[in-house]
C-alpha cells in the first residue's frame, strides 16, 4: 500500500517534471525564436532600434545663422521622435572635419570616431572617397531616399560627376542666383542687369565699383570663377583640337580632347595651365572694374550680401535661390532687390550628408539623415524664411498631402521667378578647386 502511495506520488513527480521540461522547452524554443528574429529583423528597424538615445555629431559649416537655426530646429525633431542628441559642430570650413577624420585613420582609430555626420560635397567628397573615409552603401537604404527618385535623377548619384555609391544622402540642391538693387540698376540696356558673362564684363567697366566675388577658398568665390571657367570654354572658338597643334604644353591625353573636356577630368600639371588661362585673362580684364579696383576681397557671401545692404554694391550672387527673398524678409537686403539667372547658363550642384567609416554613432547618423530627407524637413528647410534651401525630392514621388507642405503663397517679388532657370551648367572635376584656388593665389592673393 505504502509502495503504490509512494508508486503515485512518484507519477505525480514525473508528470510535473514532464510538464516543467516542456515548459522550459517551450520558454527557450521562444526565446530562440526571438532572437532569431532580433537577428532577422528588417534592415531599418535595426537601424531604429540600435540608433535610439545616442548622440550625434553633425560637423557641419556654421557660417550662416539661418543655417545654424535650422539644424537646431531638426535637433529638437529627431530628439523627439528618437531621443537623439544632435549636437552641431560649427566648421568655418569643411576640410576641417575632412582633416579630423583623416588623422583618426592614421593613428588607427576606426570605430571611434568624433564625426559621426558631416556636411559635404565636391572636393571635399572626393578627397573623403579617395582615401576611403566614407560609410558606404548605406544612405541608398535610407527610407526617405525613394523621394529622390534615383533611378531617373542622377544628380542624387554623382557629387561633380563622382559616383556617391551610397556613402552621401543628398540634403539639398542649389544654383548660382545673381541679384540687383533695382533702384541701383540705372543707364544700363532696359534697365536691366547683365545676363550673360560677357554682358557682365561690360557692365562692371561701366559701372566700376558695383560688383565683386568673395576671394577663394569661399565656397561661393569659388563658384563665379567656375562659372566663369566654363562659360569661357564653351564661347572659345578654340575649343578644338587645333589649339593645341602648336602649344607647349600638348601631350598625349589633350591630343583627343577638347578643352572643354578637359574639365570633366582631373586637373593635372599638363593640362592646368592651359585650361586656366582663358579665366586668367578674363580676371585680368574684370578685376580692376570691381569693388575697390579689385585690390581687396570680401570674405564671404555674407559680407557681399551686406555690402549690397549698405549699397556700395549693386549686383551680387547666391548659390541658393530662395535665399534672396529670405534675406528681404529679415530686412537684410532692401526691398528693391530682385533676382535672376543668367541666360548662358546657372552653375548648378546638389549638397549632401555622409558619415565617416568610423563614426561612433552610425545608427544614429542614419535616423538623422533620413530625417533630413523627410518631407517635413525638407518642406521647413525651403521656407525662405527658414532657409530657403532648395528640396532635393520630386514631387511626383509624394502623397498629395506631402506636396501640400511645399506650396507656399505668392512668391515674394524679389524671389527668383519661376522657371528662370533655362539651362544649368555642370560642375567641374573637383581637382579644378585646388588648381583654381592656387592659381588665382599666385596671381591676385598677394594684392587682395
Known amino acids: 500500500m505504502h509502495f503504490a502511495k509512494s508508486g503515485h506520488t512518484l507519477t505525480r513527480y514525473r508528470f510535473c517534471c514532464v510538464a516543467l521540461c516542456i515548459c522550459l522547452g517551450v520558454s527557450s524554443s521562444t526565446a530562440v525564436t526571438n532572437t532569431v528574429a532580433t537577428a532577422e529583423q528588417p534592415y531599418w528597424q535595426q537601424i531604429e532600434t540600435l540608433g535610439k538615445n545616442q548622440d550625434v555629431y553633425f560637423y557641419a559649416w556654421g557660417g550662416d545663422p539661418q543655417i545654424n537655426a535650422y539644424i537646431q530646429w531638426a535637433a529638437k525633431q529627431v530628439k523627439s521622435q528618437y531621443n537623439i542628441n544632435l549636437v552641431h559642430v560649427k566648421l568655418s570650413d569643411t576640410s576641417e572635419a575632412v582633416s579630423r577624420v583623416l588623422a583618426e585613420k592614421s593613428a588607427n582609430n576606426d570605430s571611434q570616431g568624433s564625426v559621426d555626420l558631416v556636411w559635404i560635397n565636391g572636393a571635399n567628397f572626393a578627397t573623403m572617397n579617395e582615401h576611403s573615409l566614407l560609410l558606404k552603401q548605406w544612405s541608398n537604404q535610407l527610407p526617405n531616399f525613394a523621394f529622390t527618385d534615383p533611378n531617373n535623377n542622377p544628380a542624387v548619384n554623382f557629387d561633380f560627376g563622382i559616383p556617391t555609391n551610397g556613402m552621401e544622402a543628398p540634403w539639398g540642391q542649389a544654383a548660382l542666383t545673381f541679384y540687383y538693387d533695382s533702384l541701383a540698376i540705372d543707364g544700363s540696356v532696359n534697365n536691366q542687369p547683365p545676363t550673360t558673362l560677357n554682358e557682365l564684363l561690360r557692365w562692371s567697366a561701366q559701372y566700376p565699383g558695383r560688383f565683386s566675388y568673395p576671394k577663394p577658398p569661399d565656397f561661393l568665390g569659388m563658384s563665379f570663377l567656375k562659372y566663369a571657367l566654363v ?201 579644378w578647386v585646388e588648381a583654381i584656388m592656387q592659381g588665382w593665389e599666385v596671381r591676385y592673393g598677394a594684392s587682395s
Do not use: C
Request: aromatic letters at 6%; proline letters at 8%; zero cysteines.
Open 231 to 431: 562659360m569661357l570654354h564653351e564661347q572659345s572658338p578654340a575649343n578644338t583640337n587645333d589649339s593645341l597643334k602648336n602649344d607647349s604644353l600638348k601631350n598625349d591625353s589633350l591630343k583627343n580632347e577638347s578643352l572643354k573636356a578637359q574639365l570633366n577630368q582631373p586637373a593635372t600639371d599638363q593640362n592646368t595651365a592651359l585650361v586656366l588661362q582663358p579665366l586668367w585673362e578674363f580676371l585680368d580684364k574684370l578685376h580692376p572694374t570691381l569693388w575697390r579696383q579689385g585690390e581687396y576681397f570680401m570674405q564671404s557671401g555674407a559680407q557681399m550680401r551686406r555690402l549690397v545692404d549698405d549699397t556700395e554694391l549693386s549686383l551680387a550672387f547666391t548659390f541658393s535661390a530662395p535665399e534672396v527673398p529670405a534675406a528681404v524678409q529679415r530686412y537684410d537686403l532692401p526691398k528693391s532687390i530682385r533676382s535672376y539667372a543668367m541666360d548662358d547658363g546657372s552653375l548648378s550642384n546638389t549638397h549632401f550628408v555622409a558619415i565617416p567609416y568610423n563614426a561612433s554613432h552610425q545608427q544614429s547618423a542614419q535616423l538623422v539623415a533620413n530625417f533630413l530627407l523627410s518631407p517635413t524637413a525638407q518642406a521647413h528647410k525651403q521656407k525662405p524664411q527658414i532657409w530657403g534651401d532648395s528640396t532635393v525630392l520630386i514631387q511626383s514621388t509624394l502623397t498629395p498631402e506631402q506636396q501640400a507642405l511645399f506650396k507656399t503663397r505668392q512668391p515674394h517679388p524679389s524671389a527668383l521667378p519661376i522657371d528662370s532657370i533655362k539651362r544649368t551648367l555642370s560642375e567641374p572635376h573637383p581637382s
